[in-house]
């Protein structure tokens, strides 16, 4: 069991390094989509990709070492939580499984908050695009002869220097 355990802190270690690096890719995101330097975003979000291929697979390597554990505990794996594997645990294993669950959990957190605010901000970038176009291509109604779809606007103004006298 204390092999299992060991191998669970060494996946979760790992888990916690992907998801700093996923962090660090996040805020240079944020930054390049401030500076609108979208070919880096464009590099950012394939380095995200592959950052959170390797923690899919890490999560999968963690889940079946739970089952594992959980099966020679006699704990129902689809009903475990992180904090029932750590009482299974004893000494340092058991401390380090609390910090690393602590420290996953907050980057976690932080990575996500990033990206919320990446993502409000690109869609206030949108919105104020979209202002701008529509600034651009107001049109004046009143002045038109024509409508988008060929029919006349106004019906034809009447002069006195068209008639005939």
Known sequence: ???????????????????????????????????????????????????VGAVYVKEE???????????????????VKMSDVITIAKGDIKVELARLKKDLKSVIRE???????????????????????SLITAVNTAHMTYQADGRKA???SVSLLDHSA
């Open 1 to 51: 069991m204390n092999r299992k355990l060991e191998q669970l802190r060494e996946i979760l270690s790992a888990e916690f390094d992907l998801h700093t690096e996923l962090l660090e890719r996040a805020r240079e995101k944020q930054d390049a989509i401030i500076a609108l330097d979208i070919e880096k975003v464009d590099d950012l979000v394939a380095a995200e990709e592959l950052l």
């Open 61 to 79: 390597e963690r889940l079946g070492l739970v089952g594992e554990i959980c099966g020679q505990a006699g704990i129902d794996p689809k009903k």
């Open 154 to 156: 106004r019906p034809d």
């Open 111 to 133: 990575v996500a908050s990033v990206n919320d605010l990446s993502c409000q901000i690109l869609e206030d970038s949108i919105a104020h695009v979209n202002g701008f176009f």
